[in-house]
């Protein structure tokens, strides 16, 4: 199993975009799942995450203007951003820490990333 992510693209300063996670076939449970980003030569940047129980954390450049959400049955995650800034540029990943099967342990999964353009 794996994360598939969709809804990257380009948009103007300002504009939204809405990207979404979902593994690749379904899934026993998920604990803390959530999105970095990451702009080549730069360090992986954590923009939000949410817990099991609905904890949403958000990094400081995003607050605010982005927001998570998950779906509880289909353990899938989304990002909703607006406002979009050209410093928003990059790649984002999304994370879920996952389990497949109720006998299987724990794995923290990644996605491929999608690439997410704001043009100024």
């Known amino acids: 199993v794996h994360l598939q992510e969709s809804g990257g693209g380009l948009v103007e300063t300002g504009g939204s975009l809405r990207l979404s996670c979902a593994p690749s076939?379904?899934?026993?449970?998920?604990?803390?799942m959530g999105w970095y980003r990451q702009v080549p030569g730069h360090t992986r940047e954590l923009v939000a995450s949410?817990?099991?129980?609905?904890?949403?954390k958000y990094g400081d450049s995003v607050k605010g203007r982005f927001t998570i959400s998950r779906d509880y049955f289909k353990h899938t995650v989304a990002l909703q951003m607006n406002s979009l800034q050209p410093e928003d540029t990059a790649i984002y990943y999304c994370?879920?820490?996952?389990?497949?099967?109720?006998?299987?342990?724990?794995?923290?999964?990644w996605g491929q990333g999608t690439q997410v353009t704001v043009s100024s």
């Open positions: 076939k379904s899934v026993f449970g998920a604990n803390d």
């Open positions: 994370y879920g820490d996952v389990i497949e099967h109720q006998w299987t342990g724990w794995d923290v999964l």
């Open positions: 949410i817990t099991k129980d609905g904890d949403a």
